[in-house]
């Protein structure tokens, strides 16, 4: 289910930055528009790597209290 949201962040994230940043705010300058864009990718990206290692972190803890039980 995470797959699937980052997933659609990474499609609809930057296209729709790109379209409301050059109608609104660079009042049609597609560089920067496209700037922009291309910094929200890397903002999505950024937080799929975090959601990663934050619940890898969470699988390890828990793999290491299940082997601290079976120890008992």
Same mark, same amino acid.
């Given at each position: 289910?995470?797959?699937?949201?980052?997933?659609?962040?990474?499609? !609809?994230?930057?296209?729709?930055?790109?379209?409301?940043?050059?109608?609104?705010?660079?009042?049609?300058? !597609?560089?920067?528009? @496209?700037?922009?864009?291309?910094?929200?990718?890397?903002?999505?990206?950024?937080?799929?790597?975090?959601?990663?290692?934050?619940?890898?972190?969470?699988?390890?803890?828990? @793999? !290491?209290?299940?082997?601290?039980?079976?120890?008992?």
């Amino acid at each position: 289910m995470k797959l699937l949201a980052f997933t659609l962040a990474m499609v !609809s994230g930057p296209i729709g930055t790109y379209y409301l940043c050059l109608n609104t705010i660079f009042k049609g300058n !597609s560089t920067f528009a @496209g700037a922009m864009a291309a910094i929200m990718a890397n903002i999505v990206l950024f937080a799929y790597v975090i959601v990663a290692m934050k619940e890898d972190q969470s699988e390890r803890e828990q @793999g !290491s209290k299940k082997e601290g039980k079976k120890a008992q």
